[in-house]
């Protein structure tokens, strides 16, 4: 029903002629007195109502307070109109269906029992029921698979291979992170630029949504089924019963299947309990929320950018055309540099390739980021009017993207320099490969301007996942003590072994190259915590399986006197002397 009055009200419903004035039909009908006149004046025109407009402003309010509170009865709140994201949402899907109840379950079992002792193979192996779960609901709800869904899902279960390979923490993260953000996609679909974005942290939107869809699920059939639940149960409990029974006993008979049987069985104990708890919930709500988005997902899609308004083709043109010119003898100076005129600039700066190398690198990187930000603003606010308009567009933009171009070459040629001077570290390699990457954003952005931008979002997304994936398979730890090793081997140069010990056991083969002291002084601080860790093989990534090897066949012996002299204990000048005194009879590794 609505509140706003009807176009027919004018109408009377026994005679069917107008009347002149009088209340709105919502408001309770008054008696007219005899001297008013019910037809218009000509002298005067159509008469004023005979209820005053305060007075009839009043008795609607009252009349609605009425409406929401009465005298006997509770009170209740007016309806409000839908929220702002209503539209976006599709309707309810329908009951949970039991499939995924039981995918649900076994992501929060293998979450409590796996997760808790470490990132490796586990991961992969939690996501399989979690995407089973999602599959059956989209399947339940009618959705099919297309090609991008397709590519996400791939996407985000190649990522989680990254810690069953790479025993390194940071691009780890990263590939965990970025493996959660494909998988949202995949349960979304989105394909604009907000869609893109939001809805790779969309699934979150669906964890209150996902809790109440499972719970009305095992509700319903509960009350309909207790019969069942209760066969399920018991024989649950017999098969659990007989496998611990004879399990027990086989284990005691030989040593060789208890310990295979150690190896396969997760090691729960009671102190572990409040963590397992917890990573069962998460497994929990994370496969109902995925189920849950898969069934009836958000489309984020609808969320939309109004446009700024068009500029005049001057007015547009040309900041861009002079930001063009800019970089254009930037860049001019720089192929002078590269191709020999660097003594002249070493003459008025004072600075050596290395130093002229460091202090431009970080500015370049921004100039990069913020070339994309000029980008994005200029097609806001770019001319729109026709074909000339746009053939104006892509020659400006295009121009300004092939020069950023030759400033990213001129940015990683810098980092290359510093690297040849001082080494390889975690640092350098990282911003050297997000360099790397925009440069295909600005690739990307070029095809856009031929082909149509209708990919781009998504085009961006995947070359984002594969950066990450790529940076996690080629193993940082290891190129960074490779190239450590490699300066070290072809010109003796000082080698930092202080900062070669803290890597991870992905960085073990190539640390195994060096000769002694060194070897065993960067291996010592990677063999002892691999001889204090007690992961399980699902735990375990190959790059820690293969240092434990390399470092059972030729152990790390140096003591730590001999690692001293080389520097490696990070005491300070000063302090030498005391610390070597009062540590005679400690090996602190």
């Not at 004035?21 to 004023?48: F, I, K």
């Not at 009465?70 to 269906?97: E, M």
Request: neutral net charge; glycine residues 10%; contains cysteine.
């Amino acid at each position: 029903m609505s509140d706003q009055p009807s176009e027919a009200s004018g109408v009377s419903g026994s005679s069917g002629s107008p009347k002149a004035s009088g209340p709105p039909a919502d408001a309770s009908p008054t008696p007219q007195p005899p001297s008013q006149s019910t037809s218009p004046s000509p002298a005067q025109g159509v008469e004023p109502p005979a209820t005053p407009a305060y007075l009839h402003a009043q008795r609607q309010r009252a009349q609605g307070a009425q409406q929401t509170w009465q005298p006997g009865r509770p009170w209740q709140p007016p309806v409000k109109g839908p929220g702002a994201t209503a539209k976006l949402r599709p309707a309810a899907p329908p009951l949970i269906p039991l499939a995924v109840l039981w995918a649900a379950l076994a992501t929060a079992v293998l979450s409590a029992l796996l997760l808790g002792d470490g990132l490796g193979v586990n991961l992969l192996i939690v996501a399989v029921p979690a995407a089973l779960a999602a599959a059956f609901a989209a399947r339940a709800a009618g959705r099919r698979l297309r090609p991008w869904t397709a590519t996400w899902a791939v996407g985000g279960l190649a990522l989680l291979a990254v810690p069953a390979l790479r025993d390194a923490g940071w691009p780890t993260f990263l590939a965990v992170v970025s493996a959660f953000a494909l998988g949202s996609l995949a349960l979304h679909g989105s394909r604009s630029w907000l869609g893109v974005l939001i809805g790779s942290v969309g699934t979150l939107d669906s964890v209150p949504a996902g809790i109440r869809w499972g719970w009305r699920g095992v509700r319903e059939r509960a009350d309909g089924s207790r019969g069942r639940w209760g066969t399920a149960v018991r024989t649950t409990a017999v098969a659990v019963g007989l496998l611990v029974v004879f399990g027990t006993l086989f284990a005691s008979a030989d040593a060789a299947f208890a310990d295979l049987l150690g190896r396969l069985t997760p090691d729960v104990s009671i102190v572990d309990g409040p963590l397992r708890t917890f990573l069962f919930l998460v497994g929990l709500v994370g496969a109902l929320a995925a189920a849950r988005t898969a069934a009836a997902p958000v489309r984020w899609d609808g969320l939309t950018v109004k446009g700024g308004k068009p500029r005049g083709r001057v007015e547009w043109a040309l900041p861009l055309i002079v930001l063009d010119l800019l970089f254009a003898a930037f860049i001019t100076l720089q192929l002078v540099v590269l191709l020999g005129g660097y003594d002249k600039v070493r003459e008025k700066t004072g600075l050596d390739h290395a130093e002229y190398a460091r202090q431009g690198f970080w500015q370049l990187l921004w100039a990069t980021l913020l070339t994309l930000l000029v980008i994005a603003l200029a097609l806001r606010w770019a001319p729109r009017g026709g074909s000339r308009d746009r053939t104006l567009v892509r020659a400006v933009l295009g121009t300004l993207c092939v020069l950023t171009l030759v400033v990213v070459a001129s940015a990683l040629r810098r980092m290359d320099l510093y690297v040849e001077e001082y080494g390889l570290t975690r640092l350098r390699i990282s911003v050297a490969a997000m360099e790397l990457w925009l440069g295909v954003v600005f690739v990307l952005i070029l095809a856009a301007g031929v082909f149509g931008a209708r990919f781009l979002p998504r085009a961006i997304a995947v070359s984002a996942a594969a950066a990450v994936l790529a940076f996690g398979a080629i193993s940082p730890d290891a190129v960074v003590a490779e190239q450590n090793v490699q300066r070290f081997e072809d010109d003796r140069a000082s080698i930092d072994i202080d900062y070669l010990k803290d890597l991870s056991a992905d960085a073990v083969p190539a640390l195994d190259k060096l000769p002694e002291p060194q070897r065993s002084c960067a291996l010592r601080v990677i063999q002892r915590d691999l001889r204090g860790s007690d992961s399980p093989w699902y735990a375990t990534s190959w790059g820690e399986a293969r240092a434990e090897e390399i470092l059972r066949e030729r152990p790390a012996t140096a003591d730590h006197r001999t690692c001293y002299g080389l520097g490696t204990d990070g005491v300070r000048e000063g302090e030498r002397d005391g610390y070597e005194q009062d540590h005679d009879d400690y090996d602190p590794y």
